[in-house]
């Protein structure tokens, strides 16, 4: 195959013509920015799927279930900001039925909030305490009396700071 004549001009004349561009990316930020936009945009654009993990473009473009955003409830006067319980299950690797049993149990303390339809909703700050109790419950292979300790005393410390 004959080499183009672009190939041929490019090979005499491209290390000036990209010591050029270098000089200029360095000293106007305009131009600096508009290169890093353009490889931003051609990344995006050729991003090939890696299995199990959505691209850029995909992920932008997928809008959360209803019942999986959070909210914004009043508790004790004050707003907070609750996520669902399918949330929460997420958060903490366990699933319904355990949970529930749990709440039955009284090894965790009740939900944030319940809304008119009978829905589960569970602050921050409750998810973060069950989050470290049962990743700390898992290492140490702790009792249920153990795990009620934890999650009532943690769940108290972040209450008294204001975050049940």
Known sequence: MPESSFSAWYDAHGDALNKKRRQRYHSDPAYREKVVKQARDYRRRNQKPSPGRWTQTEAESVKLDRHLQPRVFQVGGREVLCRSL?????????????????????????????????????????????????????????????????????YTEAAIQGGK
């Not at 299950?89 to 009978?118: A, Q, Y």
Request: proline share 3%; aromatic share 12%; hydrophobic share 35%.
């Open 86 to 154: 399918g949330d929460l299950l997420e958060r903490i690797k366990v699933t319904e039925s355990t949970f529930i049993d749990w709440e039955r149990k009284g090894l965790v303390p009740s939900p944030t909030h319940v809304d008119e339809l009978g829905r589960r909703w569970y602050s921050e700050a409750y998810i973060g305490v069950l989050m470290i109790c049962v990743a700390d419950g898992r290492k140490q292979d702790w009792t249920n009396e153990r795990f009620k300790e934890a999650v009532w005393g943690r």
